[in-house]
């Protein structure tokens, strides 16, 4: 953890991080080199998962208040599922966790989030280096359609493409679709199409495009809803993989889900529609299943199965 001295807003000169790994200073984050990325280099091969702290958070669109003081800490190499009744602010919390909640019009964020002690809020924190740190998958698979397989995971590495050569570029893709479990499915055809593959394949394609810049945190947003039961236990199974090197947020509606691929879980509702979500309990996920604190927690779990 961090002290407090190494407050982000005055780390403008930081080096690289005592692995080499990416920091959030505002010239963005510095991507491993070659002999990392191949072969671990002097790294560790697992990287180290940081911790998420969301301390009172509260978000807004406008006038309007989505998510009322939530406080809670997403822990390293495991999963976090998000659960909770449509319009609870599940996404809206996501989104405010890599600071992509404000790029909505008019959205604004009341609350610290830090990670690993590191508000990365604070003054001359680069968001596009944040959400570099904390990636992103979405609902929907959204490779760039035209764009090559190839070219689509290496797509995140071009804010340092001064800095990562050509060689290095095809360690990380490999490595990255690798870990993706969709290496040997694309290693012929990486110049094909993101948008020639299945929408398992493109989901996988996108955990790579967003692993490719070595994040320490991953958040995904109901990333298995538009696919097949098969193609979502191969996601479900990549996610148990990658919670060895990653801290994981997922939201996600399944309850079976949320069972089987998370070891903690938070509940969110709302009182009524029109007022905030809040977070009810988070906790181990099979507490929350099987012997939650709170009644609407118990009732929301027991509906959903019963
Ligand atoms: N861009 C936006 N502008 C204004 N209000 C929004 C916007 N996005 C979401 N909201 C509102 O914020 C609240 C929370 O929405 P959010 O998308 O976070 O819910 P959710 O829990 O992810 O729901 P779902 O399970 O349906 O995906 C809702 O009332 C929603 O209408
Ligand atoms: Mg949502």
């Not at 953890?1 to 991080?17: H, I, N, R, Y």
């Not at 002999?35 to 697992?46: E, H």
Request: proline share 5%; charged share 25%.
């Amino acid at each position: 953890m961090f002290g407090s001295s190494t407050k982000l807003e005055t780390d403008k000169a930081k080096p690289a991080t005592e692995e080499g790994r990416s920091t959030m200073s505002p010239t963005g984050p510095v991507t491993q080199t070659s002999s990392q990325a191949a072969s671990g280099g002097d790294t560790p091969d697992r990287r180290r998962a940081k911790t998420l702290v969301a301390k009172e958070v509260n978000l807004f669109y406008g006038d309007f208040h989505a998510v009322e003081n939530v406080s809670m800490t997403i822990e390293p190499n495991k999963v976090t599922a998000l659960i909770g009744s449509s319009g609870c602010g599940k996404t809206t919390f996501l989104r405010s966790l890599n600071r992509m909640h404000e790029l909505t019009p008019g959205a604004s964020v009341k609350g610290d989030i830090e990670l690993d002690g590191e508000d990365i809020y604070a003054g001359g924190v680069d968001p596009v280096a944040v959400r570099g740190l904390i990636g992103m998958v979405f609902q929907q698979p959204n490779p760039f359609p035209t764009m090559s397989i190839y070219d689509n995971v290496a797509a995140g590495l071009n804010f340092n493409a001064g800095k990562v050569s050509k060689s290095d570029r095809d360690a990380i893709v490999e490595r990255s679709l690798r870990g993706a479990h969709l290496w040997d499915e694309v290693k012929d055809r990486l110049q094909r199409p993101g948008s020639s593959l299945s929408g398992g394949q493109q989901q996988r394609l996108c955990i790579a495009r967003a692993t490719a810049v070595s994040p320490e945190v991953l958040l995904m947003d109901e990333p298995c809803s538009a696919l097949d039961p098969v193609a979502t236990l191969a996601i479900e199974d990549l996610i148990g993989e990658l919670k060895k090197e990653y801290t994981i947020a997922i939201v996600t509606h399944n309850m079976q889900q949320a069972a089987r691929a998370s070891d903690n879980t938070a509940f969110f509702n709302l009182d009524e529609s029109g007022k905030p979500g809040h977070l009810v309990e988070i906790g181990a996920t099979d507490e929350i299943f099987t012997k939650p604190q709170k009644k609407e927690t118990e009732d929301y779990v027991s509906g959903r199965f019963g």
